[in-house]
Nanobody, 123 residues
Framework: QVQLVESGGGLVQAGGSLRVSCAVS????????MGWFRQAPGRGREFVAA???????YYGDSWKGRCPITRYNAKNTVHLQMNSLKPEDTALYYC?????????????????WGQGTQVTVSS
């Protein structure tokens, strides 16, 4: 089993920054891919960013250049630094772990999920 706990969400004004974090415990290794997704009301789960075990990073089209993803294996944490936030970034942000090396970009490829942390961007 794997447990993922997100933190760091909140309310921020447009143009501001927010850092969300994911604490990972259980049967994962530093080789596993960790991802962030978001879901706004009435919409599906959208890929934000992912980091593979080797350190390669991947970003959704609307996020390239403004949300570096980092992981600290010694602390079993993954972080997403979100910059230049827009009201349309308002959503519930989820951390996810891929323990079966199924992929990177699609929610169905991930095996474990956190409960999510709410990010609200005001205009």
């Amino acid at each position: 089993q794997v447990q993922l706990v997100e933190s760091g969400g909140g309310l921020v004004q447009a143009g501001g920054s927010l850092r969300v974090s994911c604490a990972v415990s259980g049967r994962t290794t530093s080789s596993n891919t960790m991802g962030w997704f978001r879901q706004a009301p009435g919409r599906g789960r959208e890929f934000v960013a992912a980091i593979r075990g080797g350190g390669s990073t991947y970003y959704g089209d609307s996020w390239k250049g403004r949300c570096p993803i980092t992981r600290y294996n010694a602390k079993n944490t993954v972080h997403l630094q979100m910059n230049s936030l827009k009201p349309e970034d308002t959503a519930l942000y989820y951390c996810a772990a891929d323990v079966n090396f199924g992929g990177t970009f699609y929610a169905r490829e991930y095996d474990y999920w956190g409960q999510g942390t709410q990010v609200t961007v005001s205009s």
